[in-house]
């Protein structure tokens, strides 16, 4: 092989991965539609058609969703902190709100009666938001920071707040069926007895009179 030949080659190999790192990670075989719990972290899917798919707890961490067509897409459950959307992704209002949550805090403002109902909102930083009323059924809110938000009213039924901090929340009259308070630190919040036995569980848990919870 000729010395030219061989640079030849090279440059072709050299044009092949960059077109490869260019198009990103392919999609698993069946997505879309169906790309539950897929990992698509840091995938570059700009402009992509994931109408009505199925992204339940899919990771979408870091992934590039400029221009991207999510109309109709179920994200229960979905990972999109840090995922990069712009003006012209196409997504349900309810899940455009949970990626500004997770990747830019609570909005300001309030977030009264909002329906965040499966959405993965672990590690968030919600410290002093507005949840009053806010529909977070088994919303996955583990290691959240939810110190001194309102969540008086807040339907939390089944949701996972291993680890979070509930330190000075306000839930009263809020339904914490069957939710998991395992090893959330709940030091000072407004919460009655009768609430925190509907609970699923308090392994570890910090209660309001800082004593913990077996």
Not at 121 to 137: I, Q, V
Not at 186 to 192: I, N, P, R, S, Y
Request: hydrophobic letters at 45%; aromatic letters at 4%; a negative charge.
């Amino acid at each position: 092989m000729t010395i030219r030949k061989a640079i030849g080659m090279i440059c072709l190999w050299g044009v092949v991965l960059l077109t490869l790192a260019r198009c990103g990670p392919r999609l698993p075989e069946g997505c879309p539609p169906e790309c539950v719990g897929a990992d698509l972290s840091e995938a570059d899917l700009r402009g992509a058609d994931l109408s009505e798919a199925n992204l339940g707890g899919a990771d979408l961490y870091g992934t590039d969703l400029s221009g991207a067509n999510l109309s109709g897409a179920n994200l229960s459950g979905a990972v999109l902190r840090a995922a990069i959307l712009d003006e012209t992704t196409q997504i349900n209002p309810k899940w455009r709100l949970v990626w500004e949550i997770v990747t830019q805090g609570a909005p300001a403002g309030y977030l009264i009666g909002a329906n965040l109902r499966e959405a993965n909102l672990s590690e968030a930083d919600l410290r002093w938001a507005y949840l009053t009323e806010a529909y977070l059924t088994e919303a996955d809110l583990r290691g959240a920071d939810l110190s001194e938000a309102n969540l008086s009213g807040a339907d939390l039924y089944g949701a996972d707040l291993t680890e979070a901090d509930l330190r000075r929340a306000d839930l009263i009259g809020a339904d914490l069926g069957w939710a998991n308070l395992s090893k959330a630190n709940l030091t000072d919040a407004k919460v009655t007895d009768e609430q925190l036995a509907q609970a699923k569980s308090l392994a570890g848990a910090t209660l309001p009179d800082g004593t913990v919870h077996e």
